[in-house]
């Protein structure tokens, strides 16, 4: 199968993204406030930039999932014009434990939308797997990335047909950061980022994170490709639709934070973890 070609995954990304070893990983997360809530989420949206600036936000909500049979975790940086990609190893090696893929639920989807592969370094996914088998040990994964398309919205119904039809538990994560702004990113339309931070925050943040937490996958898709409110709205899209197709419509938005908050500067990148659970 080509989804197997490419063997085991290890850590691509520098050392500064995550720890590199679960001791630094328990002493990261250790602090994390989880409340008294038992996992209750079937599905999330979480940031994937560097761990110091938004790995609690992304724990947070990958921490909430309960307890399934697959996580789909969908990452992003793609056109609206592409396909489906898919990460094509047969399991990941994270500094928190090792990951086995749900090759048989790869081959589905496969068959349903013409996967490309794609083996390349990407932090869209790489970020997450680590909080994933520090979580959620021993639970398989499917690693995607999915376009700012209905190709997302589509591979969400899918997944909740499929969980229905073969009785398993399904985890979706999308994976995105929300309004990245400042001269580095070429996104200035409201002068300087000091100017410019209520409106981040206030209006085009606010209404990507609305739109998700109402379940407008057109909405979202709308706001982050021509308002620039995230960089991989399609892996949004993907987690919301698999949401509210599988009666997981109750959601929350657990954290919001921006880069500015822990390190100002110039430039300035949102981030969000909106979890979804049962109505």
């Known amino acids: 199968m080509e989804w197997m070609r490419?063997?085991?995954?290890?850590?691509g990304l520098p050392s500064g993204w995550y720890p590199r070893s679960m001791e630094k990983i328990r002493s990261f997360l250790g602090e994390l406030d989880r409340g008294d809530a038992i996992p209750h989420g079937c599905a999330c949206i979480v940031p994937h930039a560097g761990w110091t600036f938004s790995g609690r936000t992304a724990a947070r909500a990958i921490a909430s999932l309960e307890a399934c049979d697959v996580i789909?975790?969908?990452?992003?940086h793609l056109g609206p014009g592409e396909k489906l990609h898919c990460l094509p190893f047969r399991a990941y090696n994270t500094p928190a434990g090792f990951i086995e893929t749900d090759g048989k639920l790869v081959s589905l989807i496969d068959s349903r939308f013409d996967l490309h592969y794609s083996g390349g370094v990407d932090n869209t996914t790489e970020v997450q797997l680590p909080l994933i088998a520090f979580y959620h040990p021993d639970t398989p994964v499917v690693v995607l990335r999915a376009p700012p398309s209905g190709l997302a919205s589509e591979l969400g119904?899918?997944?909740a047909e499929y969980e229905k039809e073969k009785s398993v538990k399904i985890g979706v994560i999308g994976s995105t950061d929300l309004t990245h702004y400042g001269p580095g990113y070429g996104f200035t339309p409201r002068g300087p980022v000091?100017?410019?931070?209520?409106?981040?925050?206030?209006?085009?943040?606010?209404?990507f994170i609305q739109a998700a937490m109402k379940g407008d996958v057109q909405q979202l898709l709308r706001l982050g490709l021509a308002e620039r409110s995230a960089c991989s709205p399609g892996a949004a899209a993907a987690?919301?639709?698999?949401?509210?197709?599988?009666?997981?419509?109750?959601?929350q938005l657990l954290e919001y934070t921006t880069s500015y908050d822990m390190m100002p500067s110039e430039n300035l990148v949102g981030y969000a973890a909106v979890l979804y659970s049962p109505a």
Do not use: T
């Not at 490419?6 to 850590?11: A, D, L, M, T």
């Not at 789909?72 to 992003?76: A, F, K, R, Y």
């Not at 931070?197 to 606010?206: G, K, T």
């Open 6 to 11: 490419e063997g085991i995954h290890n850590p």
């Open 72 to 76: 789909v975790l969908v990452g992003g």
């Open 157 to 159: 119904q899918m997944l």
């Open 194 to 207: 000091g100017e410019a931070y209520a409106w981040i925050r206030e209006v085009n943040d606010h209404r």
């Open 239 to 251: 987690a919301v639709s698999f949401a509210f197709s599988s009666g997981c419509s109750r959601s």
